[in-house]
């Protein structure tokens, strides 16, 4: 599976970002996951989608991820951008995604990772 993400850039607060990851090669798995790295940080889980929608209580309201199954391309639409919203964002995906019938939020859990993206939000 190749992972290829891409829409990151710089953005003032409040505004709005589009990224797109483009799955090709053999798939496992519908689910997909967005996850964020800012310096210093830990690698955080921000949305998924699997048969429904998952988001971290962080970017609850202002996330929105969706599917083109004819394109094989997830997409993350990022509004009301905050300053700490500012990391690399990667996708990933894997056939240890879905646990127990829920999508996993760890990156333990996901075998294939996009290269990532940068975004910047500032003042």
């Known amino acids: 599976v190749q992972l290829q993400a891409s829409g990151g850039g710089l953005v003032q607060a409040g505004g709005s970002l589009r990224l797109s990851c483009a799955a090709s090669?053999?798939?496992?798995?519908?689910?997909m996951g967005w996850f964020r790295q800012a310096p210093g940080k830990e690698r955080e889980f921000v949305a998924g989608i699997n048969w429904g929608t998952y988001y971290a209580d962080s970017v609850k309201g202002r996330f929105a991820i969706s599917r083109d199954s004819a394109k094989n391309t997830v997409y993350l639409q990022m509004n009301s951008l905050k300053l700490e919203d500012t990391a690399v964002y990667y996708c990933?995906?894997?056939?240890?995604?879905?646990?127990?019938?829920?999508?996993?939020?760890?990156?333990?859990?996901?075998?294939?990772w996009g290269q990532g993206t940068q975004v910047t939000v500032s003042s």
């Open positions: 990933a995906t894997g056939p240890r995604a879905i646990e127990s019938g829920r999508l996993a939020t760890m990156t333990d859990s996901y075998d294939y």
């Open positions: 090669g053999r798939t496992f798995s519908r689910a």
